[in-house]
């Protein structure tokens, strides 16, 4: 498995739309080694196949509540309630902004051996899943951000730098 390069807004490749994947290969399953790979390592809770330049319907999530999530060919069903708070983008990095997204959040998709699966999400997990599925149609949370983006500390790479 390997780290790959994450690309940044401004970049097309984030702005399209992604295609549905049909098939396992072990190409895929290379493609979601290193798409876990790329999120732990920049300490992101999800990422989308498109920030590493893959146009394929396919997301990570791990928001450390136990468990990782991969998400094939996902599909919102249904959302419930509202919730208010700052989000993030390992695309847009050093930035922040104020994105309203439903609390709850159902979503089908196919996991790593293309079963149907159906996970359930609420806060940060069901913002992580909207966040992420944006990705795939080509949108990033500041299309959708209140108040415009903000700077925030990035005290992880300034430590690294000592
Ligand atoms: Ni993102």
């Known amino acids: ?41 920049a300490n992101g809770v999800g990422l989308a196949a498109p920030q590493v330049g893959i146009l394929k319907r396919i997301v990570v999530i791990d928001v450390c509540d136990g468990e990782a999530y991969t998400l094939i060919n996902p599909e919102i069903v249904s959302v419930d309630g509202e919730q208010v708070g700052e989000e993030g983008c390992l695309s847009l990095p050093g930035l922040s902004g104020q994105v309203t997204r ?12 293309m079963n149907e699966i159906i996970v359930e999400g609420e806060e940060l997990f069901a913002r992580a899943i909207c966040h992420e599925l944006d990705h795939l149609d080509g949108i990033l949370y500041k299309d959708k951000v209140e108040g415009g983006l903000h700077r925030v500390d990035m005290e992880i790479e300034e430590s690294n730098d000592k």
Do not use: S
Not at 5 to 33: F, N, Y
Not at 102 to 113: E, F, G, M, R, T
């Open 102 to 113: 439903p609390n709850h959040v159902v979503c089908k998709a196919l996991d790593i051996d």
């Open 1 to 41: 498995m390997a780290i790959r390069k994450i690309r940044v807004d401004g970049d097309d490749v984030l702005r399209k739309t992604c295609k549905p994947v049909d098939k396992m290969t072990d190409r895929i399953r290379t493609l979601i080694g290193d798409m876990y790979d790329t999120m732990y390592e």
